[in-house]
DNA sequence: CATATTTTGACAACCGTTTTCGTTTTCGTG
DNA sequence: CACGAAAACGAAAACGGTTGTCAAAATATG
């Protein structure tokens, strides 16, 4: 566990809302890291493989990462103006994603499902 | 309503799964048409902001579309091996989702909802 | 038929991400 | 501490999907 990632790990726990790769560069360097952007994204692709931090794309095709409270399955509700992100459970969901699978024949069920609003405080 | 567009749209109702840009245009180019990657580009951005097709990010950033039977909201349970797809409801999740944007105190909540899997006859 | 408007497609530019590769740092061992 | 192997690093180039540019072609208008 080298020191570089430990850097990208704590710039992005360092927020609640999901975080580009770019994004965590850019605040590193600012910080006077002399880190490179290469390593920001080996960072974040070792820390994505490992489970430690989640990833989705935004409209554009972008990943964005987020260093989560818990690492067992849950979903978010995205802030759109900042980004800012709380981790929801939803037993609801889990059951009715499987029993779709089911129903159409389907194996190996797995389901995406973010939640997006604009948050309290930037309404 | 150009002939072009209505190539595309209809090379995207010949699948019933969902299609990238150079999909489709391997597939039209294959049937002889001298249509241009930039044609089918636009072809297709100017269907989802209608709503006429359906868009979605896969893992990997590429854009994907489908020429979805009813143009009400819906969600999908897509196989991970051909891309085919099936149109699903959730009135449950719908409700879901709502309930936890309201709960945390965002506005205008949307959702996202994807289900994969691998499809019967891919098994 | 002449002219204005829209559509098209080859090509270049763009942007996020990955690969490459030579250098630097870290680490295990004597 | 010294040394070499292995791992990590960063700059730059390559990559792949997508969008912008612009002149040519198609279509509409009078
Ligand atoms: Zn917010
Ligand atoms: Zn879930
Ligand atoms: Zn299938
Ligand atoms: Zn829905």
Known sequence: MSTRREAVRQAL?????FRSAQDLYADLRAEGS????????RALQALSDS???DVLRTDEGEAVYRACDTESHHHH???RVCAT???????????WAAEMGAKHGFTGVTHTVEVFGTCASCS
Chains 1, 2 share one sequence.
Request: glycine share 16%.
């Open 51 to 53: 489970g430690e931090v």
């Open 13 to 17: 726990s360092g927020s609640s809302g």
């Open 77 to 79: 509700i995205v802030c």
């Open 85 to 95: 992100a709380v981790e929801i459970e939803g037993p609801t969901v889990e059951k």
């Open 34 to 41: 002399k880190i490179g952007l290469t390593t920001v994204y």
